[in-house]
Nanobody
Framework: QVQLVESGGGLVQAGGSLRLSCAAS????????MGWFRQAPGKEREFVAG????????YYADSVKGRFTIARNNAGNTWYLQMNSLKPEDTAVYYC????????????????????WGQGTQVTVSS
């Protein structure tokens, strides 16, 4: 069993920054590729950013490229999403997810490729 807990969400003005964290506990050897997703009201959950087990490969949705940065600290079983230049359209519940089977340099992009999910943290960007 793997538990993922997100933190760092909140209310911020447009142009501001937030840093989300995701802490893993339990069978953390099952947290290989990691990702961040988000879901806005009335919309489907969408991919935001992903990082390989090695930490050497990352991938971003076009909507956040250049503004968001994903990182990981394997020793501490913690993953991060630094969000800068936030826009009102970034408002959503943000979820971290872990994949248990990815290779060392594989980035997962699809929801159904992830095995474990956190409960989510709300990010609200005011205009």
């Amino acid at each position: 069993q793997v538990q993922l807990v997100e933190s760092g969400g909140g209310l911020v003005q447009a142009g501001g920054s937030l840093r989300l964290s995701c802490a893993a506990s339990g069978r953390t050897f099952r947290t290989r590729a990691m990702g961040w997703f988000r879901q806005a009201p009335g919309k489907e959950r969408e991919f935001v950013a992903g990082i390989s087990w090695s930490g050497g490969r990352t991938y971003y949705a076009d909507s956040v490229k250049g503004r968001f940065t994903i990182a990981r600290n394997n020793a501490g079983n913690t993953w991060y999403l630094q969000m800068n230049s936030l826009k009102p359209e970034d408002t959503a519940v943000y979820y971290c997810a872990a994949d248990a089977t990815a290779g060392w340099d594989t980035v997962r992009l699809r929801i159904n490729e992830y095995d474990h999910w956190g409960q989510g943290t709300q990010v609200t960007v005011s205009s």
